[in-house]
């Protein structure tokens, strides 16, 4: 199992990025998907998710109307669009896999990682 994140970078207050997270080696269609951050000195958070088939989707309530979060089943890709960037989004962001509906926003429940890639907003 591999999951790749790239689309990080510099961007001003108000801006977007798009980051984008490469799966491979188990059948993408299958498994919820899933955004965390950290910021410097903090704990990791939750972004967003999507769920493996019908498309629902989560937001944590400070990126929700700004961010959002498609995949792409035939790409074996999921994205995070984030939009009207903040400076206080500034974090390195990873994909992961999930593993039960319901409980993508713990960490616990989501078994492999990308490494992150840096997005910092300045201000």
């Known amino acids: 199992v591999q999951l790749q994140a790239s689309g990080g970078g510099l961007v001003q207050a108000g801006g977007s990025l798009r980051l984008s997270c490469a799966a491979s080696?188990?059948?993408?269609?299958?498994?919820?998907m899933g955004w965390f951050r950290q910021a410097p000195g903090k704990e990791l958070r939750f972004v967003a998710s999507?769920?493996?088939?019908?498309?629902?989707?989560d937001y944590d309530d400070f990126v929700k109307g700004r961010f959002t979060i498609p995949r792409d089943h035939a790409l074996n890709m999921v994205y995070l669009q984030m939009d009207n960037l903040k400076p206080e989004d500034t974090a390195i962001y990873l994909c992961?896999?999930?593993?039960?509906?319901?409980?993508?926003?713990?960490?616990?429940?989501?078994?492999?990682w990308g490494k992150g890639t840096q997005v910092t907003v300045s201000s």
């Open positions: 999507i769920n493996s088939s019908r498309g629902m989707t």
């Open positions: 992961a896999r999930g593993l039960i509906l319901g409980h993508q926003r713990d960490p616990c429940y989501n078994d492999y």
């Open positions: 080696g188990f059948t993408f269609s299958g498994y919820h």
